[in-house]
């Protein structure tokens, strides 16, 4: 059974950097899926940020990528997520997720998200 | 700001019937296949159609998806109090290189 956790500080302050980290439980991520995160601000829609493969393929929201980096440890079969200068309107919840991609692209697994709010 | 266009509720009655569309473009929807994803309040998205019109096990067959150039339906037989979430459709964003969910709709049991 694949589980998918997410962890970090739930508050962070503007113009610092957030950084999750999303254990991966039950799979190997030195595998053929790819890892992302998704997040989604309070009373609003899902957005992706960014995913990432093993083989250092990586993909990112364009409106994000400036800010964004998403990194795998294998060794912790673990993946993390930063982004820098964070203002108010990075508060959100933000969920780690397993996606596959092939014929077409889904999350099928994913953490119980973790609210990250940015205030001073 | 999505590219892929949702209407923001639908609702029925219980054991009745509701469709979801999810419209989008030649750049996303007219060339990769749609999934669908519900969101309980509170709770992570979970799957519920991926690849167009396949169902992840565990998943009723009162859940149905289908797709047709650059749109997509979600349908939902049998309306159970328990579907209250919202709904969202998703896939790739061929153009950008960048996975876009749609604009979520709610749907309420009457």
């Known amino acids: 059974q694949v589980q998918l956790q997410e962890s970090g500080p739930g508050l962070v302050k503007p113009s610092e950097t957030l950084s999750l980290t999303c254990t991966v439980s039950?799979?190997?991520?030195?595998?053929?899926?790819?890892w992302a995160w998704v997040r989604q601000p309070p009373g609003e829609d899902l957005e992706w940020i960014a995913t990432?493969?093993?083989?250092?393929?990586?993909y990112y929201n364009p409106s994000l990528r400036s800010r964004v980096t998403i990194s795998l440890d294998e060794a912790k079969n673990q993946f993390s997520l930063q982004l820098n200068s964070v203002t108010a309107a990075d508060t959100a919840v933000y969920y780690c997720a397993r996606q596959v991609s092939g014929l077409g692209s889904y999350h099928d697994y994913w953490g119980q998200g973790t609210l990250v709010t940015v205030s001073s | 700001q999505s590219v892929l266009t949702q209407p923001p509720s639908v609702s029925a009655a219980p054991r009745q019937k509701v469709t979801i569309s999810c419209s989008g473009s030649s750049s996303n929807i007219g060339g990769s296949p749609v999934s669908w994803y519900q969101q309980v309040p509170g709770t992570a998205p979970k799957l519920l159609i991926y690849?167009?019109?396949k169902r992840p096990s565990g998943i009723p067959d009162r859940f149905s998806g289908s797709q047709s150039g650059t749109s997509a339906t979600l349908g939902i037989t049998g309306l159970q109090t328990g579907d209250e979430a919202e709904y969202y459709c998703?896939?790739?964003?061929?153009?950008?290189?960048?996975?876009?969910f749609g604009t979520g709709t709610r749907v309420t049991v009457l």
């Open positions: 998703g896939t790739w964003e061929n153009s950008l290189h960048s996975y876009v």
């Open positions: 039950g799979y190997s991520i030195n595998s053929d899926y790819y």
């Open positions: 990432m493969i093993h083989t250092g393929t990586t």
């Open positions: 690849e167009s019109v």
